[in-house]
Every structure is written in structure tokens, then in C-alpha cells.
């Protein structure tokens, strides 16, 4: 019944090891996005797919790349992961890419980089 | 530029006293969306309410009311008699046009809300 779902919920890895996050949407979504959490809790948008073709990409860094399998799939991979990597990265998607309609997240994946 | 801001970073109340979350807004375009969304301690981001900029009609939801008023940019937020399970972080996003595709999400910073009994 989970409409987004991410998977893990929590990573521990070291410094310069690489990593991948899944995201998947069961709500028949075209749109995905990765978003940043800090540890302020401050929220960024990193990425946005649309029918698996990239329409947003946020000054990130090119160790991040997103990739999308499907419309239903949104994964983001992290190359040589530094220590300001740490936060939680949320998964979401939305009905359309336009800016009407609200975005519904996933649970988080909670990414600590020692 | 977008830009959202929420100028409580931290408010404490007692249960059954209601309280309002402050947003304030900036975009130079006509047409966008105003957001709130819900950051309970779990951690999940939970959508509250979508409003556009063209309906200035406040709204309310149970114990839930949000007021609009584009004169001031401002989304403001109350949550009348609260209760314990309202603590969380509350979210005001902005969603802007970008180009006419994709939706981007601009959030203010957050405000925590503590509910004791």
C-alpha cells in the first residue's frame, strides 16, 4: 500500500565508498524528485525526472547521478561519498510535472558518512 | 527568486491552546502554489494543503485553518486546540513555474511545534 517507498532507510558507509538509494511510486506518478534534508532540517530539491527524462538538476555535485529505469523507479547513486554528504535524502513524485500539483514523499533514506 | 520564510524556528504551547505558524513568501510570478507539509518525529513529510495564488479564500480543515492573504505574501497556518500529536516540523513551500515543466518545491526552513500536556 506504500505509495513511495525508498530503500534503505538508513546507510552507514566511509568516506569515498559509492552507494545507491532506490525510490519507487506505486501512484501511477510521471514525475519523480530527489531532495536533500541537511541537518538543520533545510529541504532542497536535487532532481526531477519526468517519464525517465531529466528536466531538473540542482547545482549537484556529479558524483550524484540519478537514474530512471521507468516511470515508477527514480535511483540516485553517490560516488566517493564525502562527509557533507550526510543527511536524509527524500524521494518524491507528483501526478504532473507542473507546479499545481503537490509532490508526495517517500519515507527518507537516512545516509551517515563516517 | 523564490523564497519562503518562516520566522519561528521553534514554538512550545500546551495542549488545547491553538497556534498559528507564520509564512511569508517572495516570487515575481502571478501564478503559484502555496504548500504546507508536516514533518512528524517519524521523519516522513506528510502533505497538508495545496492553495493557489488566485484563491484567497481561507480554508479549514477540522482543527486545521489556513489564511492567505497575497497583499501581506503571507500562508499563514493555525492549529486550533492542539494536541500532543501535532508536534512536529511544519513546512511552507512555494512552487513556482520553472519554465512551465517540472514542479520545484522551494520550503522555508521549518518551524518546530511542541505540544506538552
Known amino acids: 500500500d506504500t505509495a513511495v517507498s525508498q530503500t534503505p532507510k538508513y546507510l552507514v558507509t566511509q568516506m569515498g565508498n559509492d552507494k545507491s538509494i532506490k525510490c519507487e511510486q506505486n501512484l501511477g506518478h510521471d514525475t519523480m524528485y530527489w531532495y536533500k534534508q541537511d541537518s538543520k532540517k533545510f529541504l532542497k530539491i536535487m532532481f526531477s525526472?519526468?517519464?525517465?527524462?531529466?528536466?531538473i538538476n540542482e547545482t549537484v555535485p556529479n558524483r550524484f547521478s540519478p537514474k530512471s529505469p521507468d516511470k515508477a523507479h527514480l535511483n540516485l547513486h553517490i560516488n566517493s561519498l564525502e562527509l557533507g554528504d550526510s543527511a536524509v535524502y527524500f524521494c518524491?513524485?507528483?501526478?504532473?510535472?507542473?507546479?499545481?500539483?503537490?509532490?508526495?514523499f517517500g519515507p527518507g533514506t537516512r545516509l551517515t558518512v563516517t | 527568486a523564490q523564497k519562503v520564510t518562516q520566522a519561528q524556528t521553534e514554538i512550545s504551547v500546551v495542549e488545547k491552546e491553538d497556534v498559528t505558524l507564520d509564512c511569508v513568501y517572495e516570487?515575481?510570478?502571478?501564478?503559484?502554489?502555496l504548500f504546507w507539509y508536516k514533518q512528524p518525529p517519524s521523519g516522513e513529510l506528510v502533505f497538508l494543503i495545496r492553495?493557489?495564488?488566485?484563491?484567497?479564500q481561507n480554508e479549514i480543515s477540522g482543527r486545521y485553518s489556513w489564511n492567505f492573504q497575497k497583499s501581506t505574501s503571507s500562508f499563514n497556518f493555525t492549529i486550533t486546540a492542539s494536541q500532543v500529536v501535532d508536534s512536529a516540523v511544519y513546512f511552507c513551500?512555494?512552487?513556482?513555474?520553472?519554465?512551465?515543466?517540472?514542479?520545484?518545491?522551494?520550503f522555508g526552513t521549518g518551524t518546530r511545534l511542541q505540544v506538552t500536556l
Open positions: 492553495r493557489n495564488s488566485f484563491d484567497e
Open positions: 516570487t515575481r510570478d502571478t501564478t503559484y502554489y
Open positions: 525526472y519526468n517519464n525517465k527524462e531529466l528536466i
Open positions: 513551500a512555494l512552487s513556482d513555474t520553472h519554465t512551465g515543466t517540472a514542479s520545484k518545491l522551494t
Open positions: 518524491a513524485s507528483s501526478h504532473e510535472p507542473t507546479f499545481t500539483y503537490e509532490q508526495y
